[in-house]
């Protein structure tokens, strides 16, 4: 079975401060992908990143980092300085192949 | 690229009523989910679709719903006899998988929101 535990149910900041998503799974598989997908007020998923379980290369993207490790397996991601605009619901999610399995997302809102 | 489309985004009805949603998938993927996502909670599968072909139901697809995927290429999710249960956001997603491929990523629509009075 897997599973995804997103311990954070809300953060809120203010805007330029940094902020930290946890995000821990489980899983018996080797091979298995790991995702980050923001969930806007409008209701729509927008993917981030995608991470396969070869691949412990911390990634960066603008302000957004993500942290994985294999051995405590988690897969953090960190916003740097804030905006409004990051205020969202953001899912963390795991798969061996077709099947999706979500955290219970980390509710983020960034105060002007 | 035009993105996965869904319709309608908004859906009431009355209990023991029929709906049906549509999901319009990137054109060229050839892999489509559906999933549900209740308040508060992350989606959960429902079912997925390789071209036309059902190839996995989730347990939460009770007899009531069924889906379809006639030309493998839009498809539709019908929900009969809808119960105050059934009131959730159901996410339509896709994705393209070459041969030999296990996973891509999958992009989302926007949701069609059901309320069952």
């Known amino acids: 079975a897997q599973k995804v535990t997103q311990a954070q149910t809300e953060i809120s900041v203010v805007e330029k401060e940094d902020v930290t998503l946890d995000c821990v799974y489980e899983t018996r598989d080797t091979t298995y992908y790991l995702f980050w997908y923001k969930q806007p007020p409008s209701g729509e998923l927008v993917f981030l990143i995608r991470r396969n379980s070869f691949d412990e290369q911390n990634e960066i993207s603008g302000r957004y980092s993500w942290n994985f490790q294999k051995s405590t397996s988690s897969f953090n991601f960190t916003i740097t300085a804030s905006q409004v605009v990051d205020s969202a619901v953001y899912f963390c999610?795991?798969?061996?192949?077709?099947?999706?399995?979500f955290g219970a997302g980390t509710t983020v809102t960034v105060r002007a | 690229d035009t993105g996965v489309s869904q319709d309608p985004r908004h859906k009431i009805t009355k209990r023991g009523q029929n709906v049906t949603f549509r999901c319009d998938p990137i054109s060229e993927h050839n892999r489509l989910y559906w999933y549900r996502q209740t308040l508060g909670q992350g989606p959960e599968f429902l079912t997925y679709f390789q071209n036309e072909a059902q190839l996995e139901k989730s347990r939460l697809l009770s007899d009531r719903f069924s889906a379809e995927r006639p030309k493998g290429s839009f498809s539709t999710l019908e929900i009969q006899r809808t119960e105050q249960g059934d009131s959730a956001m159901y996410l339509c997603?896709?994705?393209?998988?070459?041969?030999?491929?296990?996973?891509?990523?999958?992009?989302f629509g926007p949701g069609t929101r059901l309320t069952v009075l």
């Open positions: 997603a896709s994705s393209l998988v070459v041969s030999g491929a296990t996973q891509n990523t999958q992009y």
């Open positions: 999610a795991l798969t061996r192949d077709y099947k999706l399995s």
